[in-house]
């Protein structure tokens, strides 16, 4: 009964051999024949926004994302296939804490852009969301004292430029709004 039980816990305490002892090979397959490429509308020859619809997929088969994508998001990838970012989605740059003579330029092709803080040096607090306009294009985060600009390279008129029919919101003031500009 000892020897029992003796052998039985060495079993469990044993390795487990492996059932195949060779390894898996890989190898790579030639084609010759060459794939006939999709007649796809390249980055550059996108136009209208008839060029920004996709021809969908073959019935009977899934559609790729190039295949089914319209509009932005075609764009998007069309731009990505040609190693252009169209949204410019690089961080912003954290090696150095914006000054008023010197703030850290934000991009923006729209009216208003979010940007995010998270200090200097980088990861120093919780990010901290701020709100730049075409009319404020300054912003100081209030963490840190960070200063960022608003960069506008959208068209400089709107097309849709029907705004004066609207109230004329004003944006609340702030401490910012009654310091004197000699004081920067």
């Not at 390249?42 to 994302?65: C, I, M, R």
């Not at 901290?128 to 100081?140: A, H, N, Q, S, Y």
């Amino acid at each position: 009964m000892f020897l029992q039980r003796s052998a039985v816990a060495a079993a469990r305490r044993a390795a487990a051999a492996p059932a195949l002892r060779r390894g898996i090979a890989v190898t790579a397959v030639r084609r010759n024949d060459k794939v006939p490429a999709p007649n796809y509308k390249t980055f550059n020859e996108v136009k209208t926004a008839q060029d920004l619809l996709g021809p969908g997929a073959k019935p009977g088969t899934v559609p790729s994302d190039l295949e089914q994508s319209t509009g932005l998001e075609r764009l998007e990838i069309l731009g990505k296939m040609e190693g252009v970012d169209i949204f410019d989605m690089r961080p912003l740059d954290a090696s150095r804490l914006g000054t008023m003579a010197d703030p850290i330029l934000v991009r923006s092709a729209g009216d208003e852009q979010y940007a995010g803080c998270t200090g200097f040096p980088a990861d120093s607090h919780n990010v901290i969301w701020l709100g730049m306009t075409r009319k404020r294009p300054i912003e100081r985060c209030p963490e840190c004292g960070s200063v960022y600009k608003m960069n506008y390279v959208g068209p400089d008129d709107d097309a849709h430029g029907h705004h004066d029919h609207h109230h004329g919101f004003e944006e609340p003031k702030t401490f910012a709004d009654y310091v004197k500009p000699e004081y920067y």
